[in-house]
């Protein structure tokens, strides 16, 4: 499975407004990223970082990840294995840092159609989601460069690539 195509995903479904806070909560920043996840949504899903499964998808209202900069927002999914998050919006800052970090960010218009526990397809390369009854709902498309970014692992593993295949050429 690749970071554009998922298979059978499992729904953690959140509400609206999801800051940095709640992601990657501030008592938690003094430590490395393995203890950040840890408390990663502990004040909206206290069970989320013990059991989300590598694979996962979180389904949000508008607006996810808004608030801070902190880039362990989106580091602490990537942690704990989290496919994608899919939502209606997201928080301009967050949606860089994610993809920097390797983390795949879904604009879906019917997100919130979506429930807890729900298993879902997707392939961000076509823009489809499909849900466990067959329903299809569209995603806006993700560029080209954004997809290899996450397939890589992020910015920096992404340049590391290049920089490897240069020396070696």
Not at 46 to 59: C, K, L
Not at 109 to 119: P, V, Y
Not at 145 to 155: R, T
């Amino acid at each position: 499975m690749t970071s554009s195509q998922a298979s059978q995903c499992r729904v953690w479904r959140l509400g609206a407004d999801v800051d940095t806070d709640a992601i990657a909560p501030g008592h938690a920043m003094k430590y490395g990223i393995e203890d950040i996840a840890r408390y990663c949504l502990e004040s909206l899903r206290p069970e989320f970082a013990s059991q989300v499964r590598r694979g996962d998808v979180i389904v949000a209202g508008p607006n996810f990840g808004i608030g801070s900069s902190r880039e362990q927002a989106a580091a602490a999914l990537v942690h704990l294995g989290v496919a994608a998050v899919i939502a209606p919006s997201f928080g301009g800052l967050y949606f860089r840092n994610a993809f920097n970090v390797g983390l795949l960010l879904l604009t879906c218009e019917q997100a919130q159609q979506m429930a807890d526990g729900e298993r879902v397809d997707f392939d961000a390369r076509s823009g489809r989601l499909v849900r466990a009854d067959g329903s299809v709902l569209a995603m806006d498309p993700i560029p080209g460069f954004l997809l290899e970014m996450v397939e890589a692992g992020g910015l920096m593993a992404q340049l590391q690539q290049r920089f490897k295949t240069r020396t070696n050429a």
